[in-house]
């Protein structure tokens, strides 16, 4: 990379006052960008460990944010406002109640900055396929900011990946966004209105070029899961925890930096047998005396 202006994208550091598992790797990162600050840092969503059922790490969330040596702008995760209608149990399902108090903490949940000669949108690919209000909100406000883009080049940001290898792709996996909203994303790609994808939520970086179209997923600040590769799908990225370096010019130019102090928590066994283990940690049903005061006097 050069000394030219960069973004710093970042995803999934996972913050809590009462469980700071992560703190550890979010201090290095402030320390890292303080070093040699961007102009500004995106962030790929699951910013808190449990925002959509504990208001108070999204508001840890966002001091933490604003700790940032530079503007930022970030996008929800399944982590912060609930997870995908289309594949979660009722109870953990996104809702216009958890998108309010992520609105309320950390801010707009769809955006569009422009960046040079860029625009980056980002949306919240959560309420993807819910049939929500907000779900035709942000296709109208996503329509709109393609439009307006002028001869800028188009780059959008979202928690979950697009696809694996194909726009068109059966997924078995569950881990991609909704057939239904690749379709109307891909009345975009396939007219040449959006140049970049940008993703979290995997905990693996990966960088590839699917149907025309630049597809970059962020570490992990956090952790990783299955780093061995022994039981959960195959991606074919690198799972490291990290940050990713940005330069858009003519041309995409992106680093994933590792910084060696981080610590590559790999969290596979906590989440291996559908996340039970995780969420207890991170909602208190086990190791109470852990957190908060409220939680030691259960």
């Not at 962030?43 to 940032?68: E, H, K, P, Y």
Request: charged share 25%.
């Amino acid at each position: 990379m050069t000394n030219s202006p960069f973004i710093a994208f970042v995803s999934d550091p996972h913050l809590s006052q009462d469980r700071p598992f992560f703190q550890l790797n979010w201090e290095i990162l402030l320390d890292e960008l303080s070093r040699r600050p961007p102009e500004l840092v995106i962030v790929g969503g699951d910013i808190t460990l449990d925002g959509a059922s504990n208001a108070a790490d999204l508001r840890f969330a966002r001091q933490q944010l604003d700790r940032l040596p530079c503007p930022w702008l970030a996008v929800p995760g399944n982590h912060d406002v609930g997870d995908l209608a289309t594949s979660a149990h009722v109870a953990s399902r996104v809702s216009e109640e958890r998108r309010n108090s992520y609105l309320d903490a950390i801010g707009k949940d769809f955006w569009s900055f422009d960046f040079a000669n860029w625009r980056i949108i980002g949306l919240n690919s959560m309420i993807f396929a819910s049939g929500l209000p907000s779900e035709a909100e942000q296709e109208t406000f996503l329509e709109q900011a393609i439009a307006s883009a002028g001869t800028r080049q188009v780059a959008v940001l979202s928690h979950i990946a697009v696809c694996d290898n194909a726009l068109a792709e059966v997924d078995p996996t569950g881990w991609f966004m909704p057939e239904e909203t690749r379709m109307m994303l891909g009345r975009y790609i396939n007219s040449g209105k959006i140049q970049l994808f940008l993703s979290g939520d995997m905990h693996e970086s990966r960088d590839r070029t699917i149907d025309g179209v630049r597809h970059i997923w962020a570490s992990s600040t956090a952790f990783v899961t299955d780093m061995m590769e022994e039981w959960r799908p195959k991606f074919g990225g690198r799972k490291r925890v990290g940050w990713t370096e940005l330069e858009l010019g003519e041309e995409v130019s992106a680093q994933v930096h590792e910084p060696r102090r981080m610590v590559d928590f790999d969290l596979g066994n906590w989440v291996q047998d559908g996340a039970t283990l995780y969420y207890e940690f991170a909602r208190g049903s086990r190791f109470t005396g852990f957190g908060s005061a409220k939680d030691t006097a259960a």
